[in-house]
């Protein structure tokens, strides 16, 4: 399988360099066509990855409700992606995809002889011998990519071997992309090693660059259940991702100093493509999530003035009704039973009084129980008007 799928990219390789007449562009242009056929799996990492970002406010939650109980956090983590249809390693799956794609892609980067010029594995073999006969370098220490130096100088290297085959073109903007690129500076001597040295560190602050655009989108469609956007948790997705940030870059220019200068070229074409795919992908997946958010703003909206309509009438009521009694309330229904006892009360006394001759108490005496209207707060029933010795 992994032949086949290097046979397929030699082609096309071969197809933009006799396009091109330039193996630097030829690269640049094969970069390109390797994001197109990715794009579907990209897509897919990217919405998955977006969607995760998304429930970031939600799984915080969850962690402050459970605490130390971390079983607990996991499950109910795993039962809120379940519920969203988002799977915990859907983004890491699809992004895995082209790693496995850029294996075979960088043996055809680094074996033009073999899967750009299509040359037998006997020739490649003698060409490799001649090489390190002329150049003094014992067979066995031969590097991983001294077929860039054979394919850019087929003439000198492969007389008599590989006659008719012309010298791949491995020079883009008077850089040669066959050598190794040194990080001694001030060694150079010429335009093409220094070239050479500055597009490994190109290569890694593009690489920067498409991951930080990368974060920073991912994290604008950070929203809580209201559909806004959720700062904090936006702020801790970004510096949860501040390390791998960093790494991936790094090890850009780390590599980009140990291979060919025409490995570095790719990886800065694939940053480059890779920050305008982020961009159309962000465009496309933040119409679908802002469309739900308005959703989310609009059930929020509805819920709070349903809710500030209940309060409003709450408060009427209180108003209404400042002591909290009502038809049905247990102080309404005591005040009535003492009321009815009271009336119960009254009545048998009056009932009483008739029985044995005495006189009923009007509603004045009630009125006023010390027996005097002019002394109405009186009480007491040894109250007498002669007590200081004036009527």
Not at 215 to 236: F, L, W
Not at 320 to 345: F, M, T
């Amino acid at each position: 399988m992994g032949n086949i799928i290097k046979t397929v990219f030699g082609y096309v390789l071969e197809f933009f360099y006799n396009f091109t007449n330039n193996y630097g562009l030829a690269l640049i242009l094969f970069s390109l066509a390797v994001k197109i056929i990715l794009f579907p799996a990209s897509a897919k990492s990217k919405k998955s990855m977006m969607k995760t970002s998304r429930l970031q406010p939600r799984v915080k939650e969850l962690e402050l409700a459970y605490g130390e109980d971390k079983t607990g956090y996991q499950q109910a983590v795993q039962a809120l992606y379940k519920e969203e249809g988002v799977s915990m390693f859907g983004g890491c799956i699809w992004s895995l995809l082209p790693l496995l794609i850029i294996i075979p892609l960088y043996r055809v980067i680094q074996e033009p002889l073999t899967y750009v010029r299509h040359l037998d594995a006997d020739i490649v073999a003698q060409l490799k011998e001649v090489y390190a006969t002329m150049e003094g370098i014992a067979l066995d220490k031969v590097g991983y990519y001294w077929q860039f130096v054979v394919a850019s100088n087929i003439e000198k290297y492969g007389a008599g071997i590989a006659d008719g085959v012309e010298s791949l073109k491995l020079s883009l903007f008077g850089i040669d992309l066959g050598m190794t690129p040194s990080w001694k500076v001030w060694t150079m001597t010429t335009w093409s090693a220094f070239g050479a040295a500055l597009l490994p560190i190109l290569s890694g602050a593009l690489n920067y660059l498409s991951m930080f655009v990368s974060t920073k989108m991912n994290s604008t469609v950070i929203s809580n259940e209201k559909g806004e956007h959720d700062k904090a948790a936006a702020k801790s997705a970004n510096d949860n991702n501040k390390t791998m940030t960093m790494m991936m870059p790094l090890m850009s220019v780390f590599f980009g100093f140990m291979f060919p200068a025409g490995i570095s070229i790719y990886w800065v074409s694939q940053s480059a493509f890779g920050i305008l795919q982020d961009i159309i992908l962000t465009s496309h997946y933040r119409k679908v999530y802002d469309a739900e958010d308005e959703v989310r703003r609009e059930k929020a909206a509805f819920y709070a003035a349903e809710e500030a309509e209940k309060e409003r009438i709450r408060a009427a009521k209180r108003a209404a009704n400042p002591d909290g009694i009502n038809a049905n309330s247990k102080k309404k229904q005591q005040l009535r039973e003492k009321q009815e006892r009271e009336a119960a009360a009254k009545e048998y006394e009056i009932k009483r009084r008739m029985e044995l001759g005495l006189p009923i108490e009007t509603d004045e005496e009630e009125e006023f129980p010390g027996g005097e209207s002019g002394r109405p707060y009186a009480r007491g029933r040894n109250y007498s008007p002669d007590h200081y010795g004036k009527r």
